[in-house]
């Protein structure tokens, strides 16, 4: 009893440990493999560090993707790495490609850059991380070029915020031949978001500085037009900016010509020559769906049967965006803008809403140009006005009362020369008091105006001296609004060939024009000389009769029943 009362006292045994049983060295190297790991992550850190700031302190954006690109293979121990940077429009391919690692001659090898597809074009589509122990395993991966150096291992991550993805950042072949880590993806990731706000403030800067230069554009074309009267240079200045602002290839401006037709007034990157003065036919195409619209029509692919107007504007080489040129209480016409396959890029970077800002500016100026011009023409009318008004108020009754006088003395005359005399002086009277009330309607059409009555007493006026006499005209029916530009031409061209003809060979003592407008346009040249004999060769006949028939109309010549010739021209008001 007692030595169980000295003895040891009772208890369990404990069971001995890992630690107990392990040796000393390897408990260093665990101790010195965490503090590795620990270095290596303050190291990682420190790297990451320096390559935001580094990628921020550099203005050029071309070199701070370049530095993104080093500093995340630096990180992740990446061989190769590449930086794609989306484009605009609704296919969201790569604008912008950086690699690192590549050789300059490897590049020129491998030729085009990638757009998109393929093992890209999944993290386009799906922004998310993605790690890849064999690139070439994966679903999507397609073949590498021929001279394209083999690629492994592949570690991929969005470059974002929130959720605005800017591109992608790719990294291939982990050296030491592991595969890329967590731990690798975390550090990419956070320096991806260091690369999207440097992306950002870029484009928000090309933006601030695309609308400065719209800005500007719309300034110069609104100073241009309210400066420049003839307005053919304020609107060749509308296309060159609508031109090069958003790096297009082609542009021209529209306006109206009639009901049916746009009439092209300037291009810019087009031969003006053949271009400006053309008429393009607007019913069932786009122009017609454009010009009567509030948006711009945007064409991305130009393959559209009602786009054939366009062929001459460039339109089926590219892309094209079709702009109205309106207010909201006119419409001015179109401004076509355009881009060849080659300038694709361009065209879906562009912001089509300041396109429309700027031709809505341009709009308004052509709308306070035009009236400021319409104030100064009414100016001129007003005075023109007074002026005709005096004439005919004071000198017309002046006139015509000493032409009374005058007859009423040649009554009283005993001398028979004297009565004759008298006669004349009253007859060059009522001559004179025609010219002035001819004078008096002339003023209400402006100088270079196309008032075709003004050009056709023009054409009278002209030949009156080789006549000895003036021709009477008549004009029936919607004169200006109904006869189309390209009948106008022929029509003046054969008055002046009928009356010609007729101071030549008609010995006529009067002639008289009527010009009836209806559907047709019906020309009759009278006279009363000696008529026409048909067996004559006159090659005023030939050129009468063949623009007639290029117009889809008829020409015929010959003898009145009281004497004289009769020339009729007979075509449609338009072709």
Aim: charged share 25%; with cysteine.
């Amino acid at each position: 009893m007692q030595e169980d009362a000295a003895g040891p006292a009772a208890g369990p045994v404990p069971e001995p440990t890992p630690l107990a049983d392990a040796r000393l060295d390897e408990l260093l190297g665990a101790v010195l493999t965490r503090v590795t790991g620990v270095l290596d992550a303050q190291e990682r850190l420190r790297g990451l560090l320096d390559a935001v700031v580094g990628i921020n302190a550099d203005l050029s954006l071309e070199r701070a993707l370049e530095r993104i690109v080093t500093a995340a293979c630096t990180l992740a121990d990446a061989e190769f790495g590449a930086l794609g940077v989306l484009g605009g429009g609704p296919g969201r391919r790569l604008r912008e490609f950086v690699t690192h690692g590549l050789s300059t001659d490897q590049r020129a090898a491998i030729g085009d850059l990638p757009a998109g597809h393929g093992i890209l074009g999944l993290i386009i589509d799906r922004p998310e991380p993605l790690r890849l122990p064999v690139l070439g395993e994966h679903p999507t991966s397609y073949g590498f070029p021929p001279d394209h150096p083999p690629m492994g291992t592949f570690l991929g991550v969005p470059i974002r915020i929130r959720d605005r993805v800017f591109g992608n950042l790719y990294l291939t072949e982990k050296r030491g031949g592991g595969t890329f880590t967590a731990e690798d993806e975390d550090v990419v990731v956070a320096l991806a978001a260091a690369a999207g706000v440097v992306i950002e403030n870029a484009r928000l800067f090309e933006d601030t500085t695309l609308r400065r230069r719209w800005l500007q554009a719309a300034a110069e074309v609104s100073s241009a037009l309210l400066t420049d009267t003839g307005g053919s240079a304020a609107l060749t200045l509308v296309a060159a900016r609508a031109r090069e602002v958003p790096g297009a290839d082609t542009a021209a401006v529209l306006v109206p010509a009639d009901g049916h037709r746009l009439q092209v007034v300037a291009v810019a990157g087009l031969s003006e020559d053949d271009l400006v003065g053309t008429y393009l036919e607007t019913p069932g195409t786009r122009l017609e769906e454009v010009a009567g619209s509030a948006a711009a029509i945007v064409l991305p692919e130009v393959a559209d049967d009602r786009l054939a107007p366009l062929e001459l504007l460039g339109g089926p080489a590219g892309s094209l965006v079709l702009v109205p040129l309106h207010t909201s209480v006119a419409r001015y016409g179109v401004l076509v803008v355009g881009w060849s396959p080659s300038a694709e890029q361009a065209f879906l970077d562009t912001d089509v809403r300041l396109i429309e800002a700027y031709a809505g500016q341009a709009a308004l100026a052509m709308q306070v140009a035009q009236g400021r011009e319409d104030r100064s023409r009414l100016a001129v009318f007003e005075d023109r006005d007074r002026i005709g008004r005096d004439l005919h108020d004071l000198v017309i009754q002046r006139l015509f009362a000493i032409g009374l006088t005058l007859e009423n003395a040649s009554r009283l005359a005993e001398r028979p020369e004297v009565s004759a005399r008298l006669s004349t002086a009253v007859d060059d009277i009522d001559a004179t008091i025609k010219d002035i009330r001819r004078t008096i309607f002339e003023l209400s059409a402006p100088p270079e105006s196309r008032d075709l009555r003004a050009q056709l007493g023009d054409a009278l006026e002209v030949v009156a001296p080789a006549l000895g006499f003036l021709p009477h005209l008549t004009t029936v029916g919607p004169v200006d609004a109904a006869v189309g530009d390209d009948v106008r031409g022929h029509l003046l061209a054969v008055l002046r060939e009928a009356l010609a003809n007729a101071a030549r060979h008609a010995q006529a003592s009067a002639v008289e024009v009527d010009l009836a407008v209806g559907d047709e346009v019906v020309l009759t040249v009278r006279d009363d000389g000696v008529g026409y004999q048909p067996g004559e060769r006159r090659s005023g006949v030939r050129n009468m009769t063949e623009r007639a028939q290029a117009l889809g109309g008829t020409c015929s010549v010959g003898t009145r029943a009281a004497g004289g010739t009769e020339v009729v021209w007979r075509v449609p008001a338009r072709r």
